[in-house]
Each structure stands twice: as structure tokens, then as C-alpha cells.
């Protein structure tokens, strides 16, 4: 994980590439556990099985009356449809799980890859809004859900 969030490819502006140290990612990881134990927040890893590295990771986060799906990639493994992939993957789990409520995701508007995948997956825009981030910076985020 930590040689993706300090790839010179790794968006500086994704919170994520906050985590620059092992001690960062450890306690990242840490507080990504809490979250699962108080059912807040799921967070899978994807591997390369061939290495055992992590090559990304898919999550959703409890919000008031749905679920925020999100998902980075290595950049090492962009365009591949990895993140397609995971996210097919757990909408299908979730699905055969019972939930059939409403999935949110959100996409810098900067990030088209990020909301091409969306997309693919038959999220619909819903708005588009103003962000104010940890580091002070304002990010236009465009909002999407699909109803399962």
C-alpha cells in the first residue's frame, strides 16, 4: 500500500496519499479495523496472488441512511478493470447478502477514470458539490447512487 500512495502517479489530492510512512498506513489500517468492529465501515484489499501485494482496495462506509462506496487502485495496475471488478463483485455480495437499499459514491471531478467506473456500473449522477477537504483544499465532487 505504501509504495502506491507515494507513487509519483498516486493523486496528491486523495486524502490517501496523506498516508507517506509505514507508521501512517499501520495506524490508517488500525483505525479501518475499529470501524468494521463497530460495523461503521468494510474495507477489502485486493491482491496480486502471484506477490501478495496489495494492489488496491474496495470499502463501504455506513452513512445516515445508506451506504458510500469507494475504491483506489495502484496506479501500477490502472486500466485494467480491477476497480470494475471489485465493485462488481461486492454490489453482487451485498445483493445476494439482503441489501437492497441505495449505494452512494462520490468522484473528484477531476477524476474522470473514477466516474467512467461508476458509470459502467449503472450509477447515476445525482449532484454535484463542494467539498472542503482535510488539507483546507475545496474539491468539486460529482455524486452518484444506485438503488439496488
Known sequence: MLDAFNSKEFPARLP??????????????DDRIKD????????????????????GQISLFLRESDYALAYWVNPESWSNGLATEACVSLIDQIKQA?????????????????SLVLEKLNFRSIATSTHLLANGVEEKINEYALDL
Open 36 to 55: 468494521w468492529d463497530m460495523g461503521a465501515g468494510f474495507v477489502w484489499s485486493m491482491e496480486f496472488k502471484p506477490t501478495g501485494i496489495v494492489i
Open 16 to 29: 490517501l496519499s496523506r498516508l507517506n510512512t509505514e507508521s501512517k498506513v499501520r495506524s490508517w489500517i
Open 98 to 114: 439482503g441489501y437492497s437499499s441505495r449505494l452512494w459514491a462520490g468522484s473528484a471531478e477531476w477524476n474522470e477514470a473514477s
